[in-house]
């Protein structure tokens, strides 16, 4: 579903804050009795969870370029000092961050 239809059917405007989302929910939730129409109520419980799912996520994104940014900015400035390039004991700790133990961010590194 996308982001429109999504905030559309909580009647709120596109938002990351789950405060305002759960609070919508609950609102829409009085107006759908999902004994009378469970279509509607899936629709609306659908879009409550993709609307936490997408404030979430965009979290997590900037955190991971945060963190993918703070490891280039890194790469770089020690890429610009031969002493430090040549020095492995740097390059075993920069290649030693639990960074790029994660998968999904080593392709977005890459």
């Keep these: ?3 429109d239809r999504i905030f ?3 009647g709120i405007e ?16 009085a107006e759908v009795n999902p004994e009378v129409n469970p279509e509607g109520f ?17 979290e997590a994104d900037i955190i991971e370029e945060d ?3 703070c490891l280039i900015r890194r790469l770089n400035v020690m890429y610009q000092s031969l002493p430090d390039r040549l020095d492995t004991s740097q390059w075993e700790e920069l290649l ?3 960074l ?3 998968l999904e961010l080593g392709e977005k590194v890459m």
Excluded at 14 to 29: H, N, P, S, W
């Design 67 to 69: 963190e993918v940014s």
């Design 42 to 58: 899936k629709r609306l419980r659908s879009a409550y969870e993709e609307a936490l799912s997408l404030a979430r996520k965009e």
């Design 96 to 98: 030693g961050e639990a």
């Design 1 to 3: 579903m996308e982001a």
């Design 100 to 102: 790029f133990d994660d």
């Design 8 to 10: 559309q059917l909580l």
């Design 14 to 29: 596109e938002t990351k804050d789950e405060a305002k989302i759960k609070q919508a929910y609950r609102q829409k939730l």
